[in-house]
């Protein structure tokens, strides 16, 4: 791990990856994996990620790997990697997983199959949103958390907001990051100075928010693009949030 054995980031398969940590590493899970949940038909979601999710055409952030699976074979791959992210985890642990709609009750469906204590569901208030005429904004996605076990109320944890109200970063470098602050928020579901794991890396949003909260961070990444775009960008942000407090002192 770098800075003083603090962060790391590991490319591979999350699930290969996954199998091989002991168990009681983890403090908590707190991860975006891929929803699969763009198109309607499975040619349009067999298409690239860099066309399902953005408009920018050959400007678009790299596409990334995983997000052409069907609903049931993506609920059984998401039981398989939160079951073995449950193993690694210390008791008590809570899981925080971010999905969208579509793929709700799959989700909630998948982690009760692994093991995990559902307990509830938190929004991810976006905001603006493409407007449709007679129809509801789509301006939200969810987080469906739970915990491995019996969550003491006496953990030494302050009361987390149930919705949390940030805009899509302006200048992202993953096609479904999310806002640094909204992830600096929801780490803090840990207790202090604990371990966090994020098996589905992508820009390293997770894993540079639990250390600038405080927190060992362990990410998972198999896109080469984003372990290295990820991997550079923790590093950077990491060295420059050190000096800045240097210079304050």
Known sequence: MRDDQKWEIIQGDALRVLSGFAPNTFDAVITDPPYASGGRTQAEKNKSTARKYSSMGENAPPPFDGDAKDQRSWTRWAAEWLYEAR???KPGAPVCMFIDWRQLPAATDALQWAGWIWRGTAVWDKGNSRPQKGRFRQQAEYIVWGSNG??????????????????????????????LQLMRDLVKICVPGGRILDP????????LASRLEGYEAV?????????KLGSDRVRFALESHSETEETSE
Request: contains cysteine; charged residues 20%.
């Open 200 to 207: 589905f890396c992508g820009a390293g949003t997770t894993v």
């Open 87 to 89: 193993k690694a985890s």
């Open 219 to 227: 990410g998972i990444e198999v896109t080469d693009a984003y372990y």
């Open 150 to 179: 019996d969550m003491p109320i006496s953990r030494p944890v302050s009361c987390l907001p149930g919705v949390f109200k940030y805009g899509n970063p302006q200048s992202r470098i993953h096609l479904t990051e999310k806002p």
